[in-house]
């Protein structure tokens, strides 16, 4: 198997298009050309765990965090991103790294931390808008099925969790085409009319070539007649954090109890109780403070993030509890994702969960 199709399989999955701006999600050594001879899933990828993926013969590593997020001016190894890539390099093992883009999924990072907290209703706290867009196209009406039925399958026409949605208007169209046409109907330099079909379709806007390369491919005219429109609408199944409730209201500090052994942490830094019950808990795996608002907005009882500053906790302002419970406690159990997904996705092929303990934080 080519390194090449499992990243196709991930980025199916997590979209590139949907990581953050600042990020760097994305093949970071190696050849995508490569035969693979195992993959290893971590959240870090440091010496070390490059130092496993040798040892275990894998020439892939799938990592949540990129080790290169900005340009690297030398490689001397000066530093563990340097070292780290030399060692990589060196012994032809490629860096996937797949970050924001798998926190942005409704089946990412974030659904990993509601299901271990047995979350119900579980959806995107803050869902992305501005990565939709519509379709609208015109085709005789006699083509219709096979036009929707060609766009549905190249990703278009999916809301929420219903497929093959469309909108259609049947009409008239008018068309003269001029002595260097060849019109699928009609006589050129002659005013035909023709009964058609206009389909209107929402699609993610990273699909966009995809979509028309395969409308285009698809359709009988000469000239298609389309139009596209970017979309306000939020893409309910993309964004940041997610926020669910709980089968039962619990105490809060039974609840902090259950989340500190859930999750291994050696503490938890939170806020002051505002209410003795939390019912709806909304949560952000890893550096998760731009979401407080919206965790408020949805009437979150308490936000289950990490990496909060001293003074960024007095913006719970005795609205929510804010309860910090560790970058590396936060998504450890990315690894497993990755691993899960590429089990399921390539059943007979070996994939790995590193080993390492990435935390570099040590508490007394």
Same mark, same amino acid.
């Given at each position: 198997?080519?390194?090449?199709?499992?990243?196709?399989?991930?980025?199916?999955?997590?979209?590139?298009?949907?990581?953050?701006?600042y990020?760097?999600?994305?093949?970071?050594?190696?050849?995508?050309?490569?035969d693979?001879?195992?993959v290893? !899933?971590t959240?870090?990828?440091?010496e070390?765990?490059?130092?496993?993926?040798? +040892?275990?013969?894998?020439?892939?590593?799938?990592? %949540?965090?990129? &080790?290169?997020f900005?340009?690297? #001016?030398? /490689?001397?190894?000066?530093?563990?991103?340097? *070292?780290? $890539?030399?060692?990589?390099?060196?012994?032809?093992?490629?860096?996937?790294?797949? %970050?924001?883009?798998?926190?942005?999924?409704?089946?990412?990072v974030?659904?990993?931390i509601?299901?271990?907290?047995?979350l119900?209703?579980?959806?995107?706290?803050a869902?992305?808008?501005?990565?939709?867009?519509?379709? !609208? !196209?015109?085709?005789?009406? #006699?083509?219709?099925?096979n036009? *929707?039925?060609? /766009?549905?399958?190249a990703?278009?026409g999916?809301?929420?969790?219903?497929?093959?949605?469309? @909108?259609?208007?049947?009409g008239t169209?008018?068309?003269k085409?001029?002595?260097s046409?060849?019109?699928? =109907?009609?006589?050129?330099?002659?005013? %035909?009319t023709? +009964?058609?079909?206009r389909?209107?379709?929402?699609?993610?806007?990273?699909?966009?070539?995809? $979509?028309?390369?395969?409308?285009k491919?698809?359709?009988?005219?000469?000239?298609?007649?389309?139009? &596209?429109?970017?979309?306000?609408?939020?893409?309910?199944?993309?964004?940041?954090?997610? /926020?669910?409730?709980?089968?039962?209201a619990?105490?809060?500090?039974? @609840?902090?109890?259950?989340?500190?052994?859930t999750?291994?942490? #050696?503490?938890?830094?939170?806020?002051?109780?505002?209410?003795?019950? /939390?019912?709806? =808990?909304?949560?952000?795996g890893?550096?998760?403070?731009?979401?407080?608002?919206?965790?408020?907005?949805?009437?979150?009882?308490?936000?289950i993030?990490a990496?909060?500053?001293?003074?960024?906790?007095?913006?719970?302002?005795?609205?929510? =509890?804010?309860?910090?419970?560790? %970058?590396?406690?936060?998504?450890?159990f990315?690894s497993?994702?990755?691993?899960? @997904?590429?089990?399921?996705?390539?059943?007979?092929?070996?994939?790995?969960?590193? +080993?390492?303990?990435?935390?570099?934080?040590?508490?007394?």
């Amino acid at each position: 198997m080519k390194i090449k199709t499992i990243i196709e399989a991930l980025e199916n999955w997590a979209p590139p298009a949907y990581q953050e701006s600042y990020d760097n999600a994305r093949l970071i050594t190696g050849n995508k050309n490569w035969d693979c001879t195992g993959v290893l !899933t971590t959240l870090d990828c440091i010496e070390s765990v490059v130092e496993e993926a040798i +040892e275990k013969k894998c020439n892939l590593i799938v990592a %949540h965090h990129p &080790i290169v997020f900005s340009g690297l #001016k030398s /490689i001397t190894g000066k530093n563990y991103i340097e *070292r780290t $890539i030399i060692k990589a390099i060196k012994n032809d093992v490629a860096i996937y790294a797949i %970050h924001t883009n798998l926190d942005s999924i409704s089946l990412g990072v974030n659904k990993v931390i509601t299901d271990k907290l047995q979350l119900k209703n579980a959806k995107i706290l803050a869902p992305k808008t501005q990565v939709l867009n519509k379709l !609208t !196209t015109f085709c005789p009406t #006699k083509d219709a099925e096979n036009i *929707r039925e060609t /766009i549905f399958n190249a990703g278009a026409g999916k809301v929420g969790h219903y497929e093959n949605c469309s @909108f259609n208007i049947e009409g008239t169209g008018t068309f003269k085409g001029d002595e260097s046409t060849n019109p699928h =109907v009609g006589e050129k330099d002659k005013l %035909h009319t023709e +009964e058609e079909t206009r389909i209107e379709v929402i699609f993610p806007s990273y699909l966009k070539r995809n $979509i028309l390369q395969k409308l285009k491919e698809a359709h009988p005219y000469e000239e298609v007649a389309y139009y &596209i429109n970017s979309l306000e609408n939020e893409n309910q199944e993309v964004g940041s954090g997610m /926020i669910g409730e709980l089968e039962e209201a619990m105490e809060i500090n039974a @609840f902090l109890r259950q989340v500190k052994h859930t999750f291994n942490c #050696k503490t938890i830094r939170y806020t002051q109780p505002i209410q003795s019950n /939390i019912k709806r =808990v909304a949560v952000c795996g890893g550096s998760g403070s731009f979401l407080l608002n919206a965790a408020i907005a949805q009437k979150a009882d308490i936000f289950i993030t990490a990496d909060y500053k001293y003074h960024q906790f007095f913006d719970a302002d005795n609205q929510i =509890v804010i309860a910090d419970i560790g %970058h590396y406690e936060s998504e450890q159990f990315t690894s497993v994702l990755l691993h899960d @997904f590429l089990t399921q996705k390539f059943s007979n092929f070996a994939v790995l969960i590193s +080993e390492q303990n990435t935390n570099p934080i040590n508490y007394l």
